[in-house]
């Protein structure tokens, strides 16, 4: 095979990031259901190492991979642990000959420098092995994505790595310990008391008023469906606050609900606490055009919503009493492995911003990030 040109491997590259994101847009924008869509945010919010949009683009792999298997036992496992080639190689594993990865977003870092780092206008990009001028600061941002392969630990072979902790579903009606404690605190921490009534005085299970920051729940119904109610409007604070670049209420009440029911089923159900029965109903009537919801935008998840979704969850996990327990997706660290460098983290922090950047990319200049991708309706 001929040698590609640089310029023929940038549009290669460029064609490669945009089938992704559009096989991931398709898949989420074919949602049918409250429970498909609370599936897919429940399983990235198991990878909470990698971004929001490549746990999806994953699980859209896997999902396609295990329709293609008619025979079940030749279906691909469940994603558990992903890392590169490399990594596994480091942990002494080593991936299997004819094993296919799963393809990723993986930024793309140039070099910047500048005189004077406050003034934005005077950072200019270092051609490769290119020296600051005296006085410069230098500083790595990220440029763009690229494609990467990852795989998952069962298509490896090697010494046990430690499985990563699991939290047991819990019997129908039972409090996970501690949870609503936690839930409390966090709705505390936000500026908000609680207002607890009775005999459904407040017309349904709950509601949160911003103006006040003020929570009312109602305190007849089973203990149980309480801390659902509470993890429901906790998830109205950390989505829908004013200011926060949420949609607004009046017309997108149906994405608001889906969002903050979706919130409190994943959380709920990573620590084990069954909620499917009436979160699955709830979650399906806002989004299906109930209750003053635009179809239009509400029909299906999508993927920016998702997207919101799965940051709230990941960055309110770590306050749960499953969060020191609970997996991020990724391999242990190696044991004496050195801290990491200033570049090395703010790469790691370009990580985060990585399936952000538009689908076609370009090295020769920095990229803006521009509008996420807007999913076709399906009707």
Not at 11 to 26: F, K, S, Y
Not at 129 to 149: A, D, L, W
Not at 351 to 364: G, N, T, Y
Request: proline share 8%; net charge negative.
């Amino acid at each position: 095979m001929p040698k590609q040109s640089r310029e023929e491997y940038l549009a290669d590259r460029a064609q490669r990031v945009e089938q992704l994101t559009e096989a991931m847009a398709d898949r989420v924008s074919a949602i049918a259901t409250g429970t498909e869509a609370q599936e897919l945010v429940a399983f990235v919010a198991q990878f909470r190492s990698r971004s929001p949009r490549n746990a999806m683009l994953i699980f859209q792999q896997w999902e396609a991979r295990c329709q293609a298997q008619e025979d079940p036992a030749q279906r691909p496992e469940r994603p558990s642990m992903i890392a590169g080639y490399k990594q596994f190689q480091e942990m002494g594993r080593q991936v299997r000959m004819g094993e296919k990865g799963y393809q990723i977003l993986s930024p793309v870092t140039a070099r910047f420098a500048s005189a004077t780092p406050k003034v934005a206008e005077s950072w200019r990009r270092l051609a490769p092995r290119e020296k600051p001028n005296p006085g410069e600061r230098v500083e790595s941002k990220m440029v763009g994505v690229k494609p990467t392969t990852v795989f998952d630990i069962a298509q490896t072979d090697g010494p046990e790595i430690p499985a990563l902790p699991s939290w047991e579903p819990l019997a129908p009606g039972v409090v996970p310990e501690g949870l609503r404690e936690a839930v409390e605190a966090e709705i505390a921490a936000e500026g908000f008391k609680l207002s607890a009534t009775a005999d459904g005085q407040i017309g349904a299970e709950g509601s949160t008023n911003f103006g006040t920051k003020v929570v009312t729940f109602d305190q007849s119904r089973g203990e149980n469906e309480q801390l659902a109610t509470l993890l429901h409007e906790l998830g109205h604070i950390k989505l829908h606050s004013p200011g926060e670049g949420a949609p607004e209420l009046s017309t997108h009440r149906g994405q608001i609900e889906f969002e903050a029911e979706t919130f409190a089923h994943v959380i709920a159900g990573l620590h084990g606490m069954d909620t499917s029965a009436s979160s699955d109903a709830y979650a399906a009537g806002w989004t299906f055009g109930q209750n003053r919801a635009d179809p239009s935008l509400t029909a299906e998840i999508t993927v920016n919503a998702a997207d919101r979704v799965m940051k709230a969850v990941n960055g309110t996990l770590d306050r749960m009493p499953v969060g020191g327990d609970l997996g991020t997706g990724a391999p242990p660290k190696p044991e004496g492995k050195d801290a990491p460098t200033s570049d090395q983290r703010r790469v790691r922090n370009a990580l985060r911003m990585e399936a952000q950047a538009p689908a076609k990319i370009r090295e020769e200049s920095p990229v803006d990030e521009g509008p996420r991708p807007t999913l076709r309706a399906h009707r």
